[in-house]
């Protein structure tokens, strides 16, 4: 339940379509962003240590990290 509560705290957009998700707070700050691409999410303000595990782990749940298609990855080698 203290899971959810801390998650209900924050709103998560995307701000680009196949972009990073930011993480805002009820007063619409950016607290932070989290990359699909690489699974990392990097703070932008001060949370408290237990908030922050538990943002984390619920975004790595809902967006887990996505491998790049074997097309990307031969468009860039090319």
Do not use: C
Not at 65 to 78: C, F, G, N, Y
């Amino acid at each position: 339940m203290q899971k959810q509560q801390a998650v209900s705290a924050y709103r998560f957009k995307r701000a680009k379509p196949d972009g990073i998700i930011l993480v805002l707070n009820e007063g619409s700050y950016v607290m932070a962003e989290y990359s699909e691409h690489t699974g990392a999410v990097k703070w932008q303000r001060v949370v408290l240590a237990t908030q922050k595990e538990k943002v984390e782990n619920w975004l790595r749940e809902q967006y887990p990290v996505q491998k790049p298609s074997q097309k990307a990855v031969a468009a860039r080698t090319a």
